[in-house]
């Protein structure tokens, strides 16, 4: 039952050419960055990445999509990452765009063997017409595009049906995990970690902190460990923030001093 493995790169071995990669992440929050660099270092190309977005520029799955490795992605978001426009529209990489909630359930679905399901989500748009360009060649001309998917009436709403997603392998970040292979996910890095691990044939989970069986209470273990197969502890020195606001600080001291005037003038 001890899930844990020595390190990333052992863990990633055997991801082969051309594997389907379910990874949890969005934008830069909750990324298994461990595991995504010792991807690269290992050299497997033509894959299929699963995520929510793939990558910010040259972070995160980008690492991977600025070294040609990534053939096609499923995502829903993938406007922060000029690399990814520029191979989408000159014919190198495929992209299968999927509304952010429907992307999530056809994880959870694909996770729990449910083949499809029915969404209002889409209906009326090309997300259920078709016609949403996946493919372009080198000259910019649109070679491929999604298919027309059905559209059945449920109560008096339509509803159009979309299929799961599986993965060859899922790969996740969570804050503290058990050699059981039972995870806790922090907040908002929870994200899509849970579902691309339920989607993985085999799951690999990077792991902030490692504790010992028992030490998670049921009501914490977000993906119970019957979904994962391998753990991996990273450490948390690597949280990096995708867009950084900041502004001036101000000095409240004195509009404190200001503030007791007032109330001692009120006084008297």
Do not use: W
Request: include cysteine.
């Amino acid at each position: 039952m001890d899930k844990v493995v020595p390190s990333s790169r052992e863990a990633v071995a055997d991801i082969a050419p051309g594997s389907v990669l379910a990874v949890g992440g969005f934008g830069l929050c909750g990324v298994p960055f461990s595991l995504i660099d010792a991807l690269l270092e290992q050299g497997a190309d033509g894959l299929t990445t699963i995520s929510n977005n793939c990558g910010v520029d040259d972070q995160a799955l980008g690492v991977l999509l600025y070294a040609g490795r990534i053939r096609k992605t499923i995502s829903s978001f993938v406007g922060g990452n000029k690399e990814l426009a520029r191979l989408y529209l000159t014919g190198q990489l495929e992209v299968e765009l999927t509304p952010q909630g429907t992307l999530a359930e056809r994880l959870r679905a694909g996770g729990t063997g449910i083949p499809a399901f029915y969404t209002p989500t889409g209906v009326g748009t090309l997300v259920a017409d078709g016609g949403i360009p996946i493919r372009y060649d080198a000259d910019g001309n649109v070679v491929e595009t999604s298919r027309p998917k059905e559209v059945r009436e449920f109560g008096g709403q339509q509803f159009v049906l979309e299929t799961a997603l599986t993965a060859d392998f899922g790969l996740v970040h969570a804050l503290k995990g058990d050699r059981h292979g039972n995870l806790y996910f922090h907040e908002s890095a929870r994200n899509f970690n849970p579902l691309a691990g339920m989607a993985g044939r085999i799951t690999v989970a990077e792991v902030e902190e490692l504790v010992e069986p028992g030490e998670l209470t049921p009501e914490h273990v977000h993906l119970p460990g019957v979904f994962v197969d391998r753990v991996v502890v990273v450490g948390g020195e690597r949280k990096p923030i995708e867009k950084r606001t900041t502004r001036r600080r101000t000095d409240a001291a004195p509009a404190a001093a200001a503030g007791e005037e007032a109330t001692e003038g009120a006084a008297r």
